[in-house]
């Protein structure tokens, strides 16, 4: 089955990443710390590729594509996001993608560090059965979404940045009698209380292996 693996993430310039972040840590730094989260998120994305029929997209804000390819590699594909909110740009990142003869999509962030491959697995897998998969984010939004053709009303109505996402996503998806299934409740770093999430998952990254 062809799957297609999204994720959005923005070039790493300092003032312009991790925004919220800036008062605790300083621009520079978190202009860094997004560049390794969102390198941290590849590297969990790639493993992927060895065994599905799967392709992945980086759809990004600011920077340009040289810029993105030289971040994160010329053999991915770079796509700059579009115009609109973030449900105007999800739905049409969806929209290429089953254009293109996808079966399977799943669109992620690269705020959460806790992401790993076998729940990305777990999202395609469960697409094989389910009309939607979503991650829920203990923010109350989510950190993954996954679908098996484009439901543009998932993306309309949606108050975007609020604790609010997930559960009208579900309403919505209810509404239309789509099939779910619900992954692991997941914490995304966009606030300085959040930092130790990703602390942890750095140090179990870097912590030798027996």
Known sequence: MSERLIFFTRYPEPGKAKTRLIPAL???AAAELHRQMTEHTLAQVKPLQQSRSLTVECWFAGGDRAQMQTW???DLVCQPQPEGDLGDRMAQAFQTA???GMKAAVIIGTDCPELTTALLVEAFQALQQTDLVLGPAADGGYYLI???RLVPDLFKTITWSTDRVFQQTVDIANNLNLSLTTLPMLTDVDR???LPVWERVRTADHAPQC
């Open 146 to 148: 996954g679908l098996r």
């Open 98 to 100: 089953f254009d293109s």
């Open 72 to 74: 994160l590699g010329t």
């Open 192 to 194: 300085p209380d959040d």
């Open 26 to 28: 300083g621009a520079e």
